[in-house]
């Protein structure tokens, strides 16, 4: 579903970002975890061509995202409340994504009615605007307009980040749900290894920029994590030490 090829990205000479190959299969709920810095969003931002790669391409369903708009049609995202638009209600804003996306106010409804227990009440009937809600609550409203008009690939940017722990479950059984049952191809990065080893069916990880480990998850992923990141801890304080 997505092909990524020779991609580089450098903000003046500093490399961000360097992937020689990697392809995400249609269906697959994929978790890309790393530090801070190590390029995340980096990736995200340029599947959704929101930033121009230095070298390569992605291709989304066949579509290079850089050349075409076609890959709009059936992708979807949530990346952070920069997505939202902060003077509408959530019906609002979310009746505004159904008409972009073909989908009329029935349509929208009766998708917002599967989402009635993840809203907790907090959502919809609340005549708050967009801009009022808390950052959780926000961002509970950003990734269900995620999931308006059917798309093949939702991305999102640490979803489970500023949620309670009961949203949270939720979330990781709409995820597994809408890869699992519904065919989704859901990319999703994650500062939670629990959170995205329970979720995601494979998990790469990235350091400066580079994947450096590529996992189908199973009952070792964890712990495979949790040696990786600890050894990186081991290593940083070796550099601090030797300066
Ligand atoms: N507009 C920019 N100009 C210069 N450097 C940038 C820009 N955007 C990102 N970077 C750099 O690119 C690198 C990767 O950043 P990115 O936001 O992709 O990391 P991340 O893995 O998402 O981090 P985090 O976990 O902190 O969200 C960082 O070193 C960051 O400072």
Not at 113 to 123: L, S
Request: aromatic residues 8%; contains cysteine; proline residues 2%.
């Amino acid at each position: 579903m997505v092909h990524i090829e020779n991609l580089t990205k450098k903000y003046g000479s500093k490399l961000v970002l360097n992937i020689q190959e990697l392809n995400i299969p249609k269906g697959q709920s994929f978790g890309l975890v790393g530090n801070n810095g190590a390029g995340k969003t980096t990736l995200f931002s340029l599947l959704l061509d929101l930033i121009q790669p230095s070298t390569g391409h992605i291709s989304n369903n066949e579509v290079r995202v850089d050349q075409s708009e076609e890959w709009k049609t059936f992708t979807s995202s949530f990346i952070d409340e920069s997505f939202l638009i902060g003077y509408l209600t959530p019906e609002e804003y979310f009746y505004f994504i159904g008409e972009l996306r073909n989908r009329n106010k029935a349509d929208v409804n009766a998708l917002l009615a599967q989402y009635k227990d993840f809203f907790h009440g907090e959502i919809l009937g609340q005549k708050k605007y967009l801009r009022d809600l808390s950052k959780g609550n926000q961002k509970k409203a950003g990734i269900v307009a995620s999931f308006i008009g059917d798309p093949e690939v939702v991305i999102l940017d640490e979803p489970f980040a500023n949620l309670d722990p009961s949203t949270q479950i939720r979330l990781k059984g709409i995820i597994k749900d809408l890869a699992a049952r519904q065919g989704v191809t859901v990319l999703v990065s994650s500062h939670d290894l629990i959170h995205v080893t329970e979720v995601c069916e494979r998990i790469v990880v990235l350091n400066k920029g580079e994947v450096v480990k590529d996992i189908e998850t199973s009952t070792e992923t964890l712990r495979e994590l949790e040696a990786y990141f600890s050894e990186n801890i081991a290593v940083a304080a070796a550099s601090v030490e030797n300066i």
